[in-house]
């Protein structure tokens, strides 16, 4: 059984793809970092081993060279076997890293030794290659113990964004449930035919508004939730709603939070249109912009506009899913003008959490 994304892995699991704690040495970054931290222990190693006045600067060389061999070619190991040995138990993960390492330093040392002179220092093969494996299995074990370490802080960061973002999406599905059931109320004496359409409609726009939990959703997914509300509230409006829509080509598979937009159309309606006796339009346009996605809703308000909390509470939780998600890349801004409020929405075009 493998762990589901954020839980910690115990030893003796086995390690889903996405949770080899080994970084990924196929990439330069990881290994121009293992490059660097390497560099500065010969260094180190070579100042503690040499006077300042006369740098040994043929220590530092030598030194160099055996050990950047060793390290890159332990990391273009790791980097083939990465797919063998991810699927591996802990332990044997390790044990896998540790003896590739290892192998790579005794074949490393005995080829020194026997190519380079220099590198004899006097106390013989066996000490020489016996003295290199114990360095590299201790920097290794180090190593490994510093990548499993990062990799559990990187899953416990994981979770709780999740968790942040399920009781989010939690808050604001109660306040969405509970305006449609009271559009539907409103049609049940006067208009059952329609009432019982829009209890049809409901339906349908809960089973989508539920399939962001099995897969991520995208532009579409949310329109055609916007559409189903839209059309719920079209019922008990009538011409008093009308809906001015915007959307810029190729849009629509791109990804997109869900219960981003509805919320924002369904405070366009309850808060603007419902409250005007002759109605209005909302105007939504969801286009390209800065590399990311632009979301615009406009709608007419009274002009003595009475905002309920609902409608703040709406606005500040996807101010705060946007921040979980992208940080300070998105940005949400409303404002209210001539009778005209509008709500602008934008997040850049990269994987969520």
């Given at each position: 059984?493998?762990?589901?994304p954020?839980?910690?892995?115990?030893?003796?699991?086995r390690?889903?793809?996405?949770?080899?704690?080994i970084?990924?040495?196929?990439?330069?970054?990881?290994?121009?970092?293992?490059?660097?931290?390497?560099?500065?222990?010969?260094?180190?190693?070579?100042?503690?081993t040499?006077?300042?006045?006369?740098?040994n600067?043929?220590?530092?060389?030598?030194?160099?060279?055996?050990?950047?061999?060793?390290?890159?070619?332990?990391?273009?190991?790791?980097?083939?076997?990465?797919?063998?040995?991810?699927?591996?138990?802990l332990?044997?993960?390790?044990?896998?890293?540790?003896v590739?390492?290892?192998?790579?330093?005794?074949?490393?040392?005995?080829?020194?030794?026997r190519?380079l002179?220099?590198l004899n220092?006097?106390?013989?093969?066996?000490?020489?290659?016996?003295?290199?494996?114990?360095?590299?299995?201790?920097?290794?074990?180090?190593?490994?113990?510093?990548?499993?370490?990062?990799?559990?802080?990187?899953?416990?960061?994981?979770?709780?964004l999740q968790?942040?973002?399920?009781?989010?999406r939690?808050?604001?599905?109660?306040?969405?449930?509970?305006?449609?059931?009271?559009?539907?109320?409103s049609?049940i004496?006067?208009r059952?035919?329609?009432?019982?359409?829009?209890?049809?409609?409901?339906a349908e726009?809960?089973?989508?508004?539920?399939?962001?939990?099995?897969?991520?959703t995208?532009?579409?997914?949310?329109?055609?939730l916007?559409?189903l509300?839209?059309?719920?509230?079209?019922?008990?409006?009538?011409d008093?709603?009308?809906?001015?829509?915007?959307?810029?080509?190729?849009?629509?598979?791109?990804?997109?939070?869900?219960?981003?937009?509805?919320?924002?159309?369904?405070?366009?309606?309850?808060?603007?249109?419902a409250?005007?006796?002759?109605?209005?339009?909302?105007?939504?346009?969801?286009?390209?912009?800065?590399?990311?996605?632009?979301?615009v809703?406009?709608?007419?308000t009274?002009?003595?506009?009475?905002?309920?909390?609902?409608?703040?509470?709406?606005?500040?939780?996807?101010?705060?899913?946007?921040?979980?998600?992208?940080?300070?890349?998105?940005?949400?801004?409303?404002?209210?003008?001539?009778?005209?409020?509008?709500?602008?929405?934008?997040?850049?075009?990269?994987?969520?959490?």
């Amino acid at each position: 059984m493998q762990p589901s994304p954020g839980q910690v892995a115990q030893p003796g699991e086995r390690l889903a793809p996405g949770e080899f704690f080994i970084p990924d040495l196929c990439s330069p970054r990881p290994v121009l970092a293992m490059v660097l931290l390497v560099e500065l222990m010969v260094l180190v190693y070579t100042l503690s081993t040499s006077a300042l006045p006369e740098f040994n600067w043929d220590t530092l060389a030598i030194g160099s060279l055996f050990v950047q061999w060793v390290v890159l070619l332990s990391a273009s190991l790791l980097c083939a076997l990465r797919r063998v040995v991810g699927g591996l138990g802990l332990p044997l993960v390790s044990l896998c890293c540790l003896v590739v390492v290892l192998a790579v330093t005794a074949m490393s040392s005995f080829l020194g030794w026997r190519l380079l002179p220099i590198l004899n220092d006097g106390t013989g093969e066996g000490w020489w290659l016996f003295r290199n494996l114990v360095v590299a299995a201790v920097l290794t074990g180090i190593l490994l113990r510093y990548f499993y370490l990062q990799q559990q802080l990187l899953l416990q960061k994981q979770l709780e964004l999740q968790s942040r973002l399920d009781s989010l999406r939690a808050r604001i599905r109660p306040h969405f449930l509970f305006n449609t059931l009271n559009s539907i109320a409103s049609l049940i004496v006067s208009r059952p035919e329609d009432a019982e359409r829009a209890v049809e409609d409901l339906a349908e726009l809960l089973r989508v508004s539920l399939q962001e939990q099995q897969r991520p959703t995208t532009v579409a997914d949310e329109l055609r939730l916007c559409e189903l509300y839209l059309a719920i509230e079209q019922l008990r409006l009538g011409d008093r709603l009308r809906v001015d829509w915007e959307v810029g080509p190729g849009l629509r598979d791109l990804p997109m939070p869900s219960l981003i937009l509805q919320p924002l159309v369904e405070n366009a309606v309850y808060h603007g249109v419902a409250q005007l006796p002759t109605g209005g339009v909302v105007h939504i346009s969801v286009q390209l912009a800065d590399g990311g996605v632009l979301v615009v809703v406009d709608n007419p308000t009274p002009q003595q506009s009475t905002r309920t909390g609902g409608h703040h509470m709406a606005l500040e939780n996807i101010r705060q899913r946007l921040a979980v998600l992208y940080g300070n890349q998105a940005r949400l801004h409303s404002l209210q003008d001539d009778g005209v409020f509008r709500v602008e929405l934008g997040y850049p075009l990269r994987e969520m959490v």
